[in-house]
């Protein structure tokens, strides 16, 4: 195929501490990511799935892609697989305008939406404290939507909506906290509970950034040390 004539696409990361900040650069240009194109998938692809997740980054890399990833969605809500949608607006791919048109349709398909306090005022032009943010986004683009804000912590809306604080982190390594908090409330929506799920992407988030790289490479016990630290149970600084 078109795809095993194209080469792996590379990103450089310069690390950085405050008042600097991370730069990344990509280097996607006619790599196999970028050929992804609706004919690429059939409704095979959710045999057996409970969920179905989708970043905002895709469609930003080719018209191909993003044809590909209407047709995800499509195929995802026709086979009743739930769809979360991570709105990673990215500036080097694509201008707020042109993302919020793109995204919008995909975003009021999906039964969760986890978007940036900083990408829903530069893409969506919603402005406020983080729960104002949550409920306007709620309104416009899907019932349950979760609004993560650094520092200030995170909220979602939905049948039990609230809000938790930011987790303290002694950060060595910010890049992929973002795919962990996903993946966290991903596993909670496979429990049928996104408050568990919130509670564990947070650890996660946490936990990746005392990593290097962009994985997290935790466990499942790492994750519940967390949430008891954060409980308020005692736990050990260092583990011998």
Known sequence: TVHDCRR???????????????????????????????????????????????????????????????????????????????????????????????????????????????????VFGVGGTTAVRTAALSTRLATQVVVTDGADGVAWSGPRGGSAPAISTDTWDRIGAGDAFCAGVVDGLLDDNLELGIRRGQAMASLKRTMAGDCFLGTRSDVDRVLALVDGNEGRAVQR
Not at 10 to 22: I, N, Q
């Open 8 to 122: 792996n696409a590379l990103y450089f990361t310069e690390s950085a501490g405050a008042p600097r900040c991370v730069s990344v650069v990509y280097d996607r240009g006619a790599s196999s990511a970028t050929a992804l194109a609706p004919d690429d998938l059939t409704a095979e692809v959710f045999d057996g799935a409970a969920a179905a997740v989708v970043s905002g980054i895709t469609p930003a890399l080719s018209p191909s892609c993003r044809a590909a990833t209407e047709r995800f969605v499509e195929l995802a809500v026709a086979a009743g697989v739930q769809v979360v949608l991570d709105v990673k607006y990215r500036a080097r791919l694509w201008e707020p305008d042109v993302a919020a048109a793109v995204l919008e349709p995909l975003c009021r398909s999906a039964s969760t939406v986890l978007c940036s306090s900083e990408d829903a005022r530069h």
